[in-house]
């Protein structure tokens, strides 16, 4: 049976999630790791690669870091724009740019587009099964959402 793009979109949405978390804990564990091994002083460190870990490259940005796992491209905030958070261990905000992003460096193959996977986000959300916060953001429901403040 040949699946629809939604079906595709879903299920990658679902599988960069999952990455995302998995790898915000192992770049976590990583840097514990290098900062014992690579005392800095104090100076904070925007950029680097892992080898150990996996992770080939990676950098921060704003409020996310964007990591580099041989071909696999990884990007995500850890801080939350629109979804209620009291810790940051749990990335729920999905960044709809930078999970294409992810498929493709994992499908190069695809003939699935930008647009049609924004698409498919605008129909997943109009069927209850995401909530898009803005052009660029959305979640799966089952979160507690920030109190809105004069966007």
Known sequence: MNKTTHQIVEEHLR???????D????WNEA?????????????????GSIPDFGISKWSKH??????ECDNEIIEFDFIPKHVEKVDYLDIEEIDIYWS?????????????????WIKSIED?????????????????KGYKLKEEKSR
């Open 15 to 21: 599988k960069y999630l999952k990455r995302t978390q």
């Open 31 to 47: 840097l514990d790791s290098w900062f014992k091994k690579n005392p800095s002083n104090g100076e904070p460190i925007y950029s």
């Open 100 to 116: 294409f992003a992810h498929f493709k460096s994992l499908n190069s193959e695809s003939k699935i587009s930008e647009e049609d």
């Open 23 to 26: 790898l915000w804990i192992t």
């Open 124 to 140: 997943l959300h109009e069927n209850g099964i995401l909530t898009k916060f803005s052009w660029n953001r959305c979640a799966f």
């Open 62 to 67: 704003g409020v996310g870091v964007r990591i």
